[in-house]
């Protein structure tokens, strides 16, 4: 790849905010470059950990061309050290396994192909054009290769997707932690009895866990049941109509690419299976993965994450009274919204400490809210 430093721009030099701009490049391809290690680390197959092992290769090249760019200007970077949000995802990959980082990691090399091509097309140094380009062809070659680890199909700069189980624990936490914060606020507001604050706060912990989780549950149940009827579906098409199952197969090889002399050699010789083929079929026609959860887990996963977010600002007063569980209350239930809204920002990919801080604004307003809606209530009804 070229050097940037080799071609030195003739045109308006790049402002504060391009300058921002390619720090955080920088730090992504930086952060790209741990996370791999990670992966690595925690690879039991030989085939992924060399994978991954040349794209630190190619993340390093890349930061150390940024790098170079912002020198140029006279930005002084330093020895890149991982974000926190990095750290993060990186722990995630040790102890839950590598599924949701890899997940997180090809939708983080969608981004960059977006942010390279946006960059080629803005750019007025053309250096910076060039190596942006190259760039982004780069990150999409490591998107389809991510892309056949993970199971997925398609681009994924044009499309977005869940973190998965992980997330699902995530989300029902803070659905649990934000519903019932606003409705203890509210009976505070109220100045009801502390007994009823706590009993208010255990009934809305159990009614929001129930409604969360038989929600996962019948989502799951539902999608489970569209892919088995399209599994069928395609069971009875390869046993009654082989020969056109097979071309079909075929084109879908073409279409990737292989030849059609050997793509119909392929076609013939997955087909001569039935169960291989309707294997292949699920996965290259119907686009269905692999299932990692059932709906009964699912929902039970999240309606417990549900409960124990709820449980956070009632927690307070089972040991403590009067003011100082109201004010125990507010502090972890505030705290638990800012680290739900760092957490989220693993599957966002917006910065931890600002995703976090959105969060904590979020909860401050939930709290006022619902205080004064219970003072009105107090007011008008009693």
Do not use: C
Request: proline share 3%; charged share 25%.
């Amino acid at each position: 790849m070229k050097n940037l430093s080799q071609t030195r721009p003739t045109s308006t030099p790049p402002n504060r905010k391009t300058l921002k701009a390619w720090r955080h490049y920088w730090q992504d391809e930086a952060d790209a470059a741990f996370l791999y290690r990670a992966l690595a680390d925690t690879e039991s197959i030989s085939e992924r950990r060399d994978f991954y092992l040349r794209l630190i290769d190619v993340e390093d090249r890349h930061t150390e061309i940024w790098q170079q760019l912002l020198a140029e200007y006279g930005v002084k970077v330093g020895k890149s050290h991982p974000s926190l949000r990095a750290r993060l995802i990186a722990w995630i990959a040790h102890h839950f396994g590598s599924s949701t980082p890899l997940s997180i990691l090809l939708r983080e090399e969608g981004r960059e192909v977006k942010g390279y091509l946006n960059l080629h097309r803005e750019s007025t140094i053309d250096s910076v054009k060039e190596t942006a380009l190259i760039l982004a062809k780069e990150a999409a070659e490591h998107a389809a290769s991510l892309s056949k680890i993970t199971g997925k199909h398609g681009e994924p700069w044009h499309k977005t997707a869940s973190g998965g189980l992980l997330g699902d624990v995530v989300y029902g936490f803070n659905d649990g932690l934000t519903a019932n914060f606003g409705l203890v606020m509210g009976v505070i507001g109220a100045a009801v009895e502390p007994h009823i604050i706590m009993m208010t706060g255990v009934v809305g912990m159990i009614a929001d866990a129930l409604s969360m989780g038989s929600s996962g549950y019948l989502a799951a149940k539902s999608e489970q049941e569209v892919y088995d009827y399209e599994i069928g579906m395609e069971k009875e098409e390869i046993r009654l109509m082989p020969e056109v199952e097979e071309e079909e197969l075929a084109l879908l090889y073409e279409a990737k690419g292989i030849e059609p002399s050997q793509a119909k050699q392929m076609a013939h010789d997955v087909m001569s299976d039935p169960k291989r083929a309707l294997d292949e079929k699920v996965k290259e026609e119907l686009k269905i993965g692999e299932r990692y959860t059932t709906p009964l887990k699912e929902g039970w996963i999240t309606g417990t994450a549900t409960a124990i977010g709820a449980f956070i600002p009632v927690a307070p007063f089972l040991i403590l009274t009067g003011s100082a569980a109201i004010w125990t209350s507010i502090t972890l239930s505030m705290l638990s919204h800012f680290g739900v809204g760092a957490a989220r920002s693993v599957f966002t990919g917006r910065r931890l400490i600002r995703s976090g801080f959105d969060m904590f604004v979020v909860g401050l307003g939930i709290a006022v809210i619902g205080y004064f809606v219970g003072k009105l209530v107090e007011k008008w009804l009693f």
